[in-house]
């Protein structure tokens, strides 16, 4: 039996019964990670004493017949800009490549309590910024389904690490589509929930009124059960959202007879892949079939989504990173005075794309420019809001595509960056709208999975994956393993 191929749901049966322990499931996956880990590179950082560690107090509780939460003993990662006590967080970059955070997240702190097991960090772009894991500081991951592509980004290690078999459950987050992308192009699983739902104390700041965590599995149960682990209110998070938590495994039933679903025309932009558009619609042809309603909806606004994001997200780039100048933390650079050491600091720690964003925020939120560019933007940020606000006057959720194609070739897109930057055009508008929206495998194209976007109202997380579970279960794509996974 290989336990590096079975989901957290599966993995907690066999613990409860005591098949086996939760040393064995750990040490399982760290088998995984070192036969594989050279050609997928899904980690900047291992935890494996600590791992252990965790895995040995479980199996104490499991022998005292102690009743365990969902999650205990389950081995998961984090993507490395959420921060783990006594652990490196470096955010893909040189600028924190020694930062130990002396605190846990509040996620880490939450899934602390369900006594899970931590195998690693995982790779991501630097600072959460790109669709590729390319511009990581640190190595450049690749997605398990074929080795010579992206697993797309930025939180690309995570997708990776839970595809590749080397960690059941991950955590990315998501600020213009980062758990999403890599998601389906890794064919796993992959949600970003309301703004506000999941606490980002903790997270590493990029853009702070977009930025949102949430999980990366194997299928949608273990989802559902990730999310119970890590929702809710915190007080240290002042834009966490004060409202009851479901039990999100409750909304696992087969059925969407009644469910009305809508299909916003804009979101099959100019160039898509035919083979995407198709997998898109046999989806959406499915879930017709089993008793959803459907009708066409219009977001005239989404044609703006992709600049308004950009504008908007680089904007608070260049505030949030203006802490980095070599005083109180991370990297420092010697210089004549206080103004070369901070511009060296900066100029030797973050890395092409990093620089190329903290320089197009400044310029946005610059004098005469101001009101011309980002506060242009946060209206349209609005309109794209009041778009789906209408829309949902009339559906439950919303089905599109997660990406224009499927996963490209490492390199391809790297030195352009506005071809990379429209791999988010699917994506961003859901940011900017605050709303959940989850990505599941709906095909292929050859040998590459296909996502399916499921999006719905604020706080509609139980509706996302009460649609997603229906078309999971009447398919097969999440039983199939990249061929790292055995395949």
């Known amino acids: 039996m290989e336990l590096y191929k079975l989901t957290a749901h599966e993995l907690k049966d066999k613990l409860t019964t005591k098949e086996v322990s939760a040393v064995e499931v750990a040490e399982a996956i760290y088998t995984r990670i070192d036969a594989v880990e050279d050609k997928v590179q899904a980690f900047i950082s291992l935890t494996k004493e600590n791992a252990l560690a965790q895995a040995r107090r479980v199996d104490e509780k499991l022998k005292a017949n102690e009743e365990l939460p969902a999650l205990a003993g389950i081995p998961g990662a984090l993507k490395d800009n959420i921060c783990v006590e006594g652990t490196k967080t470096t955010c893909g970059s040189q600028i924190l490549a020694n930062f130990v955070p002396p605190y846990n997240a509040t ?22 910024m790109g669709s590729s894991t390319e511009n990581s500081s640190f190595k450049v991951s690749r997605n398990p389904w074929d080795t010579d592509t992206v697993p797309g980004g930025s939180s690309g290690g995570s997708a990776a690490a839970v595809a590749a078999g080397q960690a059941v459950w991950a955590l990315g987050s998501d600020t213009g589509g980062s758990i999403r992308l890599p998601a389906a192009y890794c064919g796993v699983v992959g949600l ?4 506000g739902r999941v606490s980002r104390y903790g997270l590493v700041a990029y853009a702070s009124s977009l930025d949102q965590i949430g999980p990366i599995t194997r299928d949608v149960t273990d989802c559902a059960l990730v999310m119970n682990a890590i929702a809710g209110y915190d007080h240290r998070d002042s834009t966490s959202i004060n409202a009851p938590v479901p039990d999100y495994t409750q909304a696992l039933v087969p059925d969407i007879r009644g469910m009305k679903i809508g299909l916003p025309k804009e979101y099959f932009v100019a160039g898509m892949d035919p083979d995407v558009e198709k997998a898109v619609y046999a989806a959406i042809e499915q879930l017709k079939a089993l008793g959803a309603e459907y009708k066409e909806v219009s977001m005239p606004h989404t044609e703006y989504a992709l600049a308004t994001y950009y504008m908007v997200a680089t904007a608070e780039a260049s505030s949030n990173l203006a802490r980095y100048v070599g005083v109180g933390f ?13 511009t060296q600091t900066r100029t030797q720690g ?3 794309e990093v620089r190329r964003r903290i320089m197009l925020g400044n310029y946005a939120l610059s004098s005469g420019y101001y009101d011309a560019y980002y506060l242009k933007a946060l209206k349209v940020r609005t309109l ?3 778009d789906f606000d209408k829309a949902f006057e009339d559906v439950d959720v919303l089905v599109a595509p997660i990406a224009p194609t499927t996963a490209f070739k ?4 790297i030195n352009d960056p506005l071809a990379m930057y429209l791999q988010d055009v699917c994506t961003v508008p859901v940011n900017l709208a605050g709303v959940p929206a989850i990505s599941l495998p709906c095909g292929f194209k050859g040998h590459m999975p296909i996502g399916l976007q499921i999006i719905g109202k604020p706080l509609g997380e139980s509706d996302v994956l009460k649609a997603a579970y229906t078309f999971e279960q009447n398919n097969d794509y999440y039983k199939r393993l990249a061929p790292l996974g055995g395949a």
Do not use: C
């Not at 369900?114 to 690693?120: D, E, K």
């Not at 970003?192 to 703004?195: D, E």
């Not at 991370?330 to 901070?342: P, T």
């Open 410 to 413: 490492i390199g391809e897109k």
């Open 192 to 195: 970003k929930p309301t703004y």
């Open 107 to 128: 996620v880490t702190e939450k899934l602390n309590a369900q006594q899970t097991v931590l195998v690693g960090k995982a790779n991501m772009d630097e600072f959460a």
């Open 350 to 352: 973050f890395g092409a």
């Open 330 to 342: 991370g990297q420092r650079e010697k210089g004549e005075d206080l103004i070369s050491m901070a």
């Open 384 to 386: 794209i809001k009041r």
